[in-house]
């Protein structure tokens, strides 16, 4: 079992920047892939960016892809996203999810079906 908590979320203005952070539970951090997706309002949940157990692989979608990075810390059992020049269009809930299957080191997945656990989410409103 994992646990996963985000945190980093808020109001920005547009342009501005946030960083938020997913905390796992347990020693097993650094066999699972990860993932970050979002939600907004009366819209499907939506793959944002992912990155393998090893942290050499990452995969960002492409509305964010130079905007936002994705990057962990497997001494801390944490997972990143950074998110810069951030527009109103990114406003949502964001998730931080776990994937148990990928077995490649290397890397991860975009589909939201492949991830075994989620955190609770994080609120990220941008302001125009």
């Known amino acids: 079992q994992v646990q996963l908590v985000e945190s980093g979320g808020g109001l920005v203005q547009a342009g501005g920047s946030l960083r938020l952070s997913c905390a796992a539970s347990?020693?097993?951090?650094?066999?699972?892939?990860m993932g970050w997706f979002r939600q907004a309002p009366g819209k499907e949940r939506e793959f944002v960016a992912a990155?393998?157990?090893?942290?050499?692989?990452?995969f960002h979608a492409d509305s964010v892809k130079g905007r936002f990075t994705v990057s962990r810390d497997n001494a801390k059992n944490t997972v990143y996203l950074q998110m810069n020049s951030l527009k109103p269009e990114d406003s949502a809930v964001y998730y931080c999810a776990a994937a148990t299957g990928v077995a490649a080191a290397t890397g991860a997945t975009i589909n939201d079906n492949d991830y075994d656990y989620w955190g609770q989410g994080t609120q990220v409103t941008v302001s125009s």
């Open positions: 990155i393998s157990r090893s942290g050499v692989g990452t």
């Open positions: 347990g020693r097993t951090f650094s066999r699972y892939a």
